[in-house]
C-alpha cells in the first residue's frame, strides 16, 4: 500500500487502522497474546494473505510485536505493545459509535455477523 505525507492527527490514525481487518485484529488482542492460526479461527473471512500482510503492517507501526519460539513445530505468538494499547480507547469508542449506527441502520449489518442478535438484544 502507498504510504501518503500525513497532514494531520486524524489522518495518521487512519493510516495506521486503515485495513478492513486492523480495528478487529486489535481489539482481539488486546485480552492475550494470540498465535497466527488462533486469529484465523477468531476472523474466518481473513485470506493468510491478508491477514500476515496486516500484521506485518501492524509490526512495522510498533502496534503489535511478533514473538517466534524456538520450538518444534514453530510457535510465534503476536501481542498488542504498550503503544498499540494506547489505541484501545479509540476503538472503543469507535465500537459504540458503530454500534449506534447499525442499530438504525440495520441493512448495514452483515447477515451472518455475532452482532445481529446483540443489537436486538440491546434494544
Not at 487512519?14 to 481489539?27: A, N
Not at 488482542?29 to 484465523?40: A, E, G, H, V, W
Not at 474466518?44 to 511478533?66: A, C, M, Y
Request: charged share 30%; proline share 7%; aromatic share 10%.
Amino acid at each position: 500500500m502507498k504510504k501518503y505525507p500525513i497532514r494531520c492527527p486524524v489522518t495518521a490514525y487512519l493510516r495506521v487502522i486503515d485495513g478492513h481487518w486492523k480495528p478487529l485484529l486489535l481489539w482481539y488482542l488486546q485480552t492475550k497474546p494470540l498465535r497466527f492460526k488462533d486469529i484465523l479461527s477468531l476472523i474466518p473471512d481473513i485470506s493468510t494473505r491478508v491477514l500476515t500482510e496486516q500484521l506485518n503492517e501492524l509490526e512495522e507501526d510498533k502496534l503489535i510485536s511478533r514473538r517466534a519460539y524456538n520450538e518444534t513445530p514453530p510457535r510465534v505468538e503476536y501481542a498488542l505493545t504498550d503503544y498499540g494499547r494506547t489505541l484501545i480507547p479509540c476503538l472503543a469508542t469507535l465500537r459504540e459509535w458503530g454500534l449506534q449506527f447499525l442499530k438504525e441502520n440495520k441493512h448495514a449489518l452483515h447477515p451472518d455477523s455475532e452482532w445481529n442478535q446483540k443489537i436486538i438484544e440491546l434494544q
